[in-house]
């Protein structure tokens, strides 16, 4: 898959790219709009395997979603690709066995580019694992979109330090 040239590239991995992944596309979507980045910053979602490649979020990813003011519903589920570690600049894994999963893929000189994602966000949350919420209630989805805004707020800050 060719992406437009921008310039970085983020992509946000979970299990599945159901919940958690494609929320975080939509999030840091939004703040790039908001700070005006949104051309120079290319943004997409992928998972760890190919459990619903082809599929739109969960309903409960897009109903809390939305209730934010997030729209999912035109996002796909897809398995990270090998190309996925040439292409993007930023690999940024939802929980910290997304980002072990991740490095035994990853060519040697990209490692650096997998990160776990909530070692943006302030202190207590560095090193944490955003939950999965999947199979949970409501509740679960809300927690799931309160990390990833905290969390979203210092990614944008370091792409922006880095454009």
Request: glycine content about 10%; hydrophobic content about 35%.
């Amino acid at each position: 898959m060719r992406f437009p040239v921008a310039a970085l590239q983020v992509l946000f991995v979970c299990t599945g790219n159901i919940c958690r992944s494609p929320s975080a596309e939509s999030v840091l979507r939004r703040g790039l709009e908001a700070a005006g980045l949104s051309e120079q910053i290319l943004v997409d979602s992928a998972g760890t395997h190919a459990y619903h490649t082809g599929d739109s979020p969960s309903k409960m990813a897009q109903r809390s979603g939305a209730k934010r003011g997030y729209d999912l519903s035109g996002l796909r589920a897809r398995e990270v690709t090998a190309e996925d570690f040439e292409n993007f600049d930023v690999i940024s894994a939802m929980d910290r066995g997304h980002v072990e999963f991740l490095r035994q893929l990853c060519p040697p000189a990209r490692t650096q580019r997998i990160q776990l994602f909530l070692n943006h966000a302030p202190q207590p949350l560095q090193g944490q694992d955003v939950p999965d919420p999947y199979g949970g209630g409501a509740e679960d989805y809300e927690r799931t979109l309160d990390l990833i805004e905290e969390g979203m707020k210092g990614l944008i800050e370091h792409l922006q330090s880095r454009l």
